[in-house]
Nanobody
Framework: QVQLVESGGGLVQAGGSLRLSCTHS????????MGWYRQAPGKQRELVAR???????NYADSVKGRFTISRDNAKNTVSLQMNSLKPEDTAVYYC???????????WGQGTQVTVSS
């Protein structure tokens, strides 16, 4: 059973930086597409960034140039470096693992990111 555990959220002032990490266990990490999603109060969950098993990435337009997703297959982790944070980045951030083999999705418990103005 895949388990995802996020860490690194918190409170930061606008313009600041945070780094989120997600540790994957229970399966072969390297075969999953890993992603970060976020959900703000009253809004739908949205994709922030995604990285394939071979390192291909894509980002939401709202975070391009500010956020960077990376993965370490040796450590079973995926990270999201968030720079130049804005109040509108405030949300609960969720780690996601997507299996292309089974089309299953797995989610972490979420970590709160709050950006004050």
């Amino acid at each position: 059973q895949v388990q995802l555990v996020e860490s690194g959220g918190g409170l930061v002032q606008a313009g600041g930086s945070l780094r989120l990490s997600c540790t994957h266990s229970g399966s072969i990490f390297s075969i999953y597409t890993m992603g970060w999603y976020r959900q703000a109060p009253g809004k739908q969950r949205e994709l922030v960034a995604r990285i394939t098993s071979v390192g291909g990435t894509n980002y939401a337009d709202s975070v391009k140039g500010r956020f960077t997703i990376s993965r370490d297959n040796a450590k079973n982790t995926v990270s999201l470096q968030m720079n130049s944070l804005k109040p509108e980045d405030t949300a609960v951030y969720y780690c996601n693992a997507h299996s292309l083999l089974t089309n299953n999705d797995y989610w972490g418990q979420g970590t709160q990111v709050t950006v004050s103005s």
